[in-house]
């Protein structure tokens, strides 16, 4: 099982580009959700999608944009990067049933110069 | 207060049993569930309990949930290199999981 894979792994940027984060599961979860990883601060959440159609902003949303194209894919997208956008962005999955336990791939080092 | 508290740090020794603890907020979670992160990983499943539980073991791994303080704890039995890591113990708030920065785990030989 590939269970939530993400691309790229490793991206560098300069200041005002853009890129996508792509994040895909293969486990049919309903929800989706984009968290990013910055040292001393634990895991914030950016945008969350409880389900295909719908997403949420997060704690810290400013400067994303996400779009959950079906049930399996949910992008992020920075439009203009900036520094403080250097990070570790981690893409998650959650079954919705059961014990509904959230499902980690394996992150996106990104680096904005 | 925070969603959840936990130590930032903790040293043991191979072979010593590790505990690490945990203080949440919000009770409305059916389950608690413990990750672990390895250098340069994404986090992964350790364990999790059901929170009318207060016990449940699984080989080296023992979780403890107290509910009315609101304290669940990880203890590693034998603990080894290939444990350390940082250890997370998300909290809930409303739909979803908060992370703290999580406890970081050294084991010295």
């Known amino acids: 099982n590939a269970g939530v894979t993400q691309t790229p792994k490793f991206q560098v940027l300069k200041t005002g580009q853009s890129m996508t984060l792509q994040c895909a599961q293969d486990?049919?979860?309903?929800?989706m959700y984009w968290y990013r990883q910055d040292p001393g601060m634990g895991l914030r959440l950016i945008y969350y999608?409880?389900?295909?159609?719908?997403?949420d902003k997060g704690e810290v949303p400013n400067g994303y944009n996400v779009s959950r194209l079906n049930k399996r894919e949910f992008s992020l997208r920075l439009e203009s990067a900036a520094p403080s956008q250097t990070s570790v962005y981690f893409c998650a999955s959650r079954e919705g049933s059961g014990a509904n336990v959230l499902t980690f791939g394996a992150g996106s080092r990104l680096t904005v110069l | 207060g925070e969603d959840v508290e936990q130590s930032l740090f903790l040293s043991v020794r191979e072979g010593d049993s590790s505990v690490i603890n945990c203080t949440y907020t919000d009770s409305s979670s059916t389950y608690l569930y413990w990750y672990k992160q390895e250098p340069g990983a994404g986090l992964q499943l350790l364990t999790y309990?059901?929170?009318?539980?207060d016990m449940k073991q699984d080989q080296r791994l023992t979780v403890l949930l107290n509910k009315k303080d609101k304290h669940l704890s990880l203890r590693i039995a034998d603990t080894q290199t290939g444990d350390s890591a940082i250890y997370f113990c998300?909290?809930?708030?409303?739909?979803?999981?908060?992370f703290g920065p999580g406890t970081r785990l050294s084991v010295l030989p």
């Open positions: 309990i059901f929170s009318n539980m």
């Open positions: 999608s409880a389900s295909e159609g719908t997403t």
């Open positions: 998300p909290g809930y708030r409303g739909q979803n999981f908060v």
């Open positions: 486990m049919n979860h309903n929800s």
